[in-house]
Structure formats: structure tokens, C-alpha cells
């Protein structure tokens, strides 16, 4: 039979044996959270490395690969320009379209839709109608940037060119591609021929005026989205919604003639 003293030694060392047992898996524990920050770091950068990498894949950013080899340019050229519009200026019907330049449904738009209207049957190409594009910076501040790029390229008759070059070379949203190397590749591209006087127009704050009253406009008409179009002319405003195709549009040009 075990003393007291001896009893007294035995929970002594079993209290010990238990400290350094909690002390070992405190440890093992501090051990696994440092290890699995490390991991985490790892591969937080692994996933900014690839969207850095996608990022630059998907188009924007650099003046040097910017695409100019657009199809509807060549009738863009061949048809009178001023302002925001394209058209003959005798034409009585003007086809105002609601976009936003970093929108990829209005790119579609101005690959699918646009060229039907500046063709030779279609009511911009036959003299029949104007068609304006409506600044409506809806996405983010890039939008802004892009759109004083290219009404300062109205100012040289280039509007609808570096409109046409932009959604060619269009990014992903927000993304940062809308850098000053790419809006000058972008308008080189579009012949704009003074760029010290592009690049000093649309720094300026005229331009304030023009967004606001696109944003007054636009929510005068109920528009909410991008690209949206309103046909006005003698016989009144037609509001035809988002997204029209270019069927709805002619038959909107023709209810306001």
C-alpha cells in the first residue's frame, strides 16, 4: 500500500504529465493555423496571378494589339457624321440608342443590329433616319472615361468610328482595361487625327453637362438597361425597349415618319 507521500509524488507527476500533454497539443494546434495561413496566402496569390492572367487575355489595356479591322467601318466612312450622330442631316427621324461602351450586349448590338441600319436598305443607309449614340454610363467609371474618349472624338468626326473600335476591343466590366494607352490606341485607330486636342478635350468638364443630360434623358423614357432605343421624328417618340432588332427599329422609323 502506497504512503500519503508516495500518493502526494503519483498525482504530482500525473498533473504533469497532463500539463505537457495540453501544452504539446496547444502547440500542434498554433502549428496547423501557421500552416494553414500559409496555404491560404499560397493560393489567394495563386488566384490573383490567374485573374491578372485572364485579365489580360481577355482583350483592353494595351495600344498595340488593339483590333481595327471592323467591317462596318468602310460604310461608316462612306456616310456624313456631326455630333453624336451618323446620317444624312436631312433625314427626319432620329434613332437615339441608350449604351454604354464597357456593356457587352451593346457590343452585340453593334455587331448584329447597327450594321442592318447603316446598310444601303436600311433606314440610316437610305437617308431615311439619323442614328445617335446616347452616352449612358451605367456600369461604372470606366464607362465615363470611355464615353468622354469618344465624344471628344466627335469633335474630329470620328465618333462612330472609335465607338465601332471600341467594342471590338472590349473588356470584362470594371476589370481596369480602360487605361489612357488603350483610349488612344483605341482613337489612332478610329483617324482621329489630332490627339493633343482629343486628349485635351475630353479632360474637359463640358462634358459633365452632356452625361447628365443623357442620364435625364434616359430615365425620362424609363430606360433602366443597355443598349435601349427611342425613335423620335414628325410624328412623335416611339420607345422601342431593350435590345430591339433591327425589324422593330425600321418599323418604329416608319410610325414617326
Avoid: H
Avoid at 93 to 119: M, N, R, W
Avoid at 240 to 257: F, K, R
Amino acid at each position: 500500500m502506497a504512503s500519503r507521500k508516495e500518493e502526494k509524488e503519483q498525482r504530482r507527476q500525473a498533473r504533469l504529465e497532463a500539463e505537457q500533454a495540453a501544452a504539446a497539443e496547444q502547440r500542434r494546434k498554433k502549428l496547423l493555423t501557421v500552416v494553414g495561413a500559409t496555404v491560404l496566402a499560397a493560393a489567394l496569390v495563386l488566384v490573383v496571378l490567374i485573374a491578372v492572367n485572364q485579365s489580360s487575355d481577355e482583350g483592353g489595356g494595351d495600344a498595340s494589339s488593339i483590333d481595327a479591322e471592323i467591317p462596318v467601318l468602310p460604310v461608316l466612312d462612306s456616310l456624313p457624321q456631326e455630333g453624336l450622330a451618323v446620317g444624312e442631316r436631312s433625314a427626319k427621324v432620329t434613332i437615339s440608342e441608350f449604351g454604354d461602351l464597357q456593356c457587352p450586349v451593346c457590343k452585340q448590338f453593334s455587331e448584329t443590329v447597327v450594321p442592318d441600319l447603316l446598310a444601303e436598305s436600311g433606314p440610316v443607309g437610305a437617308g431615311d433616319a439619323r442614328l445617335a449614340f446616347e452616352q449612358f454610363t451605367i456600369i461604372g467609371p470606366q464607362s465615363e472615361d470611355a464615353a468622354r474618349a469618344a465624344l471628344a472624338a466627335s469633335e474630329q468626326g470620328r465618333y462612330w468610328q472609335f465607338i465601332e473600335i471600341f467594342y471590338a476591343n472590349q473588356g470584362t466590366e470594371n476589370s481596369g482595361y480602360v487605361t489612357d494607352d488603350f483610349l488612344t490606341g483605341i482613337a489612332e485607330a478610329a483617324g482621329v487625327g489630332d490627339i493633343d486636342a482629343w486628349n485635351a478635350s475630353r479632360a474637359d468638364p463640358k462634358w459633365d453637362a452632356v452625361l447628365a443630360r443623357t442620364q435625364s434623358d434616359a430615365s425620362k423614357a424609363g430606360f433602366t438597361g443597355t443598349p435601349s432605343v427611342l425613335v423620335s421624328g414628325p410624328g412623335g417618340e416611339k420607345i422601342v425597349g431593350a435590345v430591339p432588332d433591327a425589324g422593330a427599329i425600321e418599323q418604329a422609323v416608319e410610325d414617326v415618319s
